[in-house]
């Protein structure tokens, strides 16, 4: 793959883990241009209009990420580190060869509390508003699926320990973040691992959509929580 900056990165996460609020901050440092989701299957999701339709893409996924790597090249030339946003469930052919790619950098974005992501997930489902740009004033209480949640704990975490697990075999270096270490602002983990000193400029312009408090975010709190206790998973309540 043609090298057009110094060095490169992937965010390798899934939704409803603070990676826009990642990728929003790390662009606003002066060394970094991160794009979203430019994999997506409905659309290519950058800071500009990419000057192509996703027939493009699709038609040479192998060949489409030089040429989204040539066009940034040519918009900000001072920005000599190059990453971009990739969920687990997009491109398989993108995600074995950047996993397979040691040149690539490797950025883990998960979020520890799955019950948090299963519940920003549907909140953002039923309301429409999959970011803070976009929120609507109020927010949704659902009632939660248990069965489907507890699917959804086991395939996050399965996707998640088989990534890291192909990386440590194949002694590949890479950094993991938390939800919380982009809710808190934390990026110097970031910055370190990309080689960058930290910069003031780099902090998102996103807030956070839904309140903290579990019991906030659903319909008949209590019985959840005793089921969640039942279950071992009461440290995913929060108070």
């Not at 990026?187 to 370190?192: E, S, T």
């Amino acid at each position: 793959m043609t090298d057009f900056h110094s060095q490169k990165f992937v965010i390798v996460t899934m939704a409803r883990t603070g990676s826009n609020a990642l990728v929003n901050a790390l662009t606003r440092h002066p060394g970094i241009h991160c794009d979203y989701e430019i994999f997506h299957p409905d659309q290519i999701f950058t800071d500009g209009v990419f000057p192509g339709p996703t027939e493009v893409r699709d038609n040479d996924i192998p060949g489409f990420l030089p040429k989204v790597m040539a066009w940034n090249a040519e918009r900000y030339p001072e920005k000599k580190v190059y990453g971009f946003k990739l969920f687990t469930d997009h491109s398989p052919v993108i995600m074995d060869q950047i996993l397979d790619d040691p040149s690539w950098k490797k950025i883990i974005l998960r979020r520890s509390n799955t019950l948090d992501q299963y519940l920003s997930l549907e909140i953002a489902k039923q309301s429409g508003a999959w970011s803070s740009d976009y929120a609507k004033k109020g927010h949704v209480k659902i009632d939660l699926d248990r069965d489907a949640f507890l699917t959804f704990h086991d395939d996050v975490t399965g996707v998640f320990d088989s990534i890291i697990r192909k990386l440590e075999q194949s002694g590949q270096d890479f950094l993991t973040l938390d939800y919380s270490d982009v809710a808190h602002e934390n990026f110097k983990p970031v910055f370190d691992f990309l080689g960058l000193a930290d910069a003031s400029s780099a902090t998102p312009h996103l807030s956070k959509q839904n309140p903290k408090r579990t019991a906030s975010k659903v319909n008949h709190p209590l019985s959840l929580w005793w089921w969640l206790l039942r279950q071992g998973l009461g440290r995913f309540w929060v108070y």
